[in-house]
């Protein structure tokens, strides 16, 4: 039987999702976590203009002298407009408030003396100030029309911050790609129910919801339903009315009663561009692709591991293209123990990253079945052996896919 290269498969599935790429102006407020699809430039100057950076007295630096008393004009505080200051007059100020135009110095309160004069009052201060002394000047911090977050940024609240106080008051960025999740299996049973004869526990459903949530989807709906005719028919076409993409697993294999092959590989019920068969690769060898109603839909195995594994690899870097992340970085790592891989199949193991000489390294985690969902939770990698490669030795080095945190 011909299998199907991992980086075709992979390939495949990123030309299928380019198309729901899309871009969204929205509210700064709404855009945490999100990534920036064009450059933000800001709409003001920051500071927006000159400013005190302490409370105090804005003042003509060469006005003032040790002992001279300078009337004060006038007091501004933030948020008020500030009258010009005469010379030899000085103006109390505080934070944030308009440096009176005239003014190139402040002097903080705490080194100033102010005394009542009238119906007045006159300061003096300890000592004269330099030009530009404890004053924010407009535009030191950025221009207007100057980028403040880049094309691609994933904005975090210091951006925001940034955005709003630029005055941006919208950004453009990746749509979050709606999701929908449906996993089949009548032998599936909720973590809360008591098993019956010949049931699981169902957990692909909580495996992929937090895998395309942390890779930048927004889940919008999960099924979880029998093997029976019609049961997966009836939830896809509710889920392709909501969802860009739609994930599901189990129902792909080559036995009877697979409801996911039997609807979507056959173009004549209405599924188109479908591909249903084996990778060459070992867990998540049974795979599947087509369009329903014109959605895509990514139908992977049944098995946790197997499910854990497609995803990581087939799938996770096309669903961050579509909202704007990069793809995950791997790594390269010497193996501790030696083991053994059957030919032809590229073989994902699950491993565990090790260390202790400064040397990186990793030590395989349980066995290959894909049936050890267990076992594998104490991984924190997949260790690619190339299909070409039937054993690998200490200290070969060898590729790695590091697994969502």
């Not at 989807?217 to 049961?231: M, Q, R, T």
Request: proline letters at 8%; a negative charge.
């Amino acid at each position: 039987m011909s299998r199907r290269p991992v980086v075709e498969h992979r390939s495949a599935i990123a030309a299928l999702l380019r198309p729901i790429a899309a871009v969204d102006q929205i509210d700064v407020g709404d855009a945490y976590g999100l990534v920036t699809a064009r450059t933000a430039t800001a709409t003001t100057a920051l500071p927006v203009f000159d400013n005190s950076q302490m409370d105090g007295f804005a003042v003509r630096a060469a006005d003032v002298a040790e002992g001279v008393a300078l009337p004060v004009v006038q007091r501004v505080f933030a948020g008020s407009a500030a009258d010009p200051l005469p010379r030899g007059t000085a103006s109390a100020i505080m934070t944030g408030a308009p440096v009176p135009q005239g003014a190139d110095a402040v002097i903080p309160v705490e080194e100033s003396h102010e005394v009542a004069a009238g119906e007045g009052s006159t300061v003096t201060f300890d000592a004269r100030p330099s030009v530009g002394a404890f004053v924010r000047r407009a535009g030191s911090d950025i221009a207007a029309g100057e980028v403040i977050v880049e094309s691609g940024t994933t904005l975090a609240p210091r951006h925001l911050g940034a955005l709003a106080a630029a005055g941006v008051a919208a950004v453009s960025v990746w749509r979050r790609p709606d999701v929908a999740i449906i996993v089949t299996g009548s032998e599936l049973a909720p973590p809360s129910a008591s098993l019956r004869p010949g049931q699981i526990y169902e957990s692909n459903s909580v495996a992929l919801a937090a895998l395309a949530a942390s890779h930048g989807a927004k889940v919008v709906s999960v099924a979880v339903v029998g093997d029976g005719p019609g049961e997966f028919r009836e939830r896809l076409d509710e889920a392709t009315r909501s969802a860009d993409v739609v994930l599901t697993s189990g129902g792909v294999s080559a036995g009877e009663r697979e409801p996911v092959r039997d609807l979507l590989a056959d173009s004549s019920a209405g599924a188109t561009e479908s591909w249903f068969g084996a990778l060459a690769m070992q867990p998540g060898g049974p795979q599947g692709l087509s369009r329903w109603q014109g959605v895509p839909v990514i139908s992977l195995p049944g098995n946790p591991v197997s499910v854990l594994v497609s995803f990581e690899v087939l799938v996770r870097d096309a669903l961050r293209a579509v909202a704007g992340l990069p793809a995950v970085a791997g790594e390269r790592c010497r193996v501790v123990s030696p083991t053994t891989s059957p030919p032809g199949k590229t073989q994902f193991l699950r491993g565990r990253r090790a260390g202790g000489d400064g040397v990186p390294r990793v030590e395989i985690v349980g066995g290959p079945g894909s049936h050890l969902i267990a076992t594998a939770a104490r991984a924190d990698v997949l260790v690619e052996v190339d299909a070409a490669v039937t054993e690998l030795t200490p200290d070969m080095e060898v590729p790695l896919w590091p697994l969502t945190p």
